[in-house]
Nanobody, 127 residues
Framework: DVQLQASGGGLVQAGGSLRLSCAAS????????VAWFRQAPGKEREGVSC????????YYADSVKGRFTISRDDAKNTVYLLMNTLKPEDTAVYYC????????????????????WGQGTLVTVSS
């Protein structure tokens, strides 16, 4: 049974940091491209960051570039999102997603590219 479990969300003050984790079970994570998306109340789901399975390259949305870092620990079957210098506008439910097909520039932040999704973890940044 393929599952993704996202965790690590919480309440943090602006300027603070959080590290989200996405643990996979039922499949080998290093064969999959993995992405983090977020969805704020009343807004569409948006891509935040992703890491490719074919070449290990990582990509970031402009809004988080320089503040967020995605990484993977294949031995633990886990992908992380380290979020620094958090802003109130980063408040959202964060989801991890995975797909065995390598991502492209056109698909990396397309939710329909990803077959597997975690349940989401809430990040709240207070001002």
């Amino acid at each position: 049974d393929v599952q993704l479990q996202a965790s690590g969300g919480g309440l943090v003050q602006a300027g603070g940091s959080l590290r989200l984790s996405c643990a996979a079970s039922g499949f080998t994570f290093d064969d999959y491209a993995v992405a983090w998306f977020r969805q704020a109340p009343g807004k569409e789901r948006e891509g935040v960051s992703c890491i490719n399975n074919s070449d290990g390259n990582s990509y970031y949305a402009d809004s988080v570039k320089g503040r967020f870092t995605i990484s993977r620990d294949d031995a633990k079957n886990t992908v992380y999102l380290l979020m620094n210098t958090l802003k109130p506008e980063d408040t959202a439910v964060y989801y991890c997603a995975a797909d065995w097909e390598p991502i492209t520039l056109g698909s990396m932040f397309d939710p329909y590219h990803y077959d597997y999704w975690g349940q989401g973890t809430l990040v709240t940044v207070s001002s």
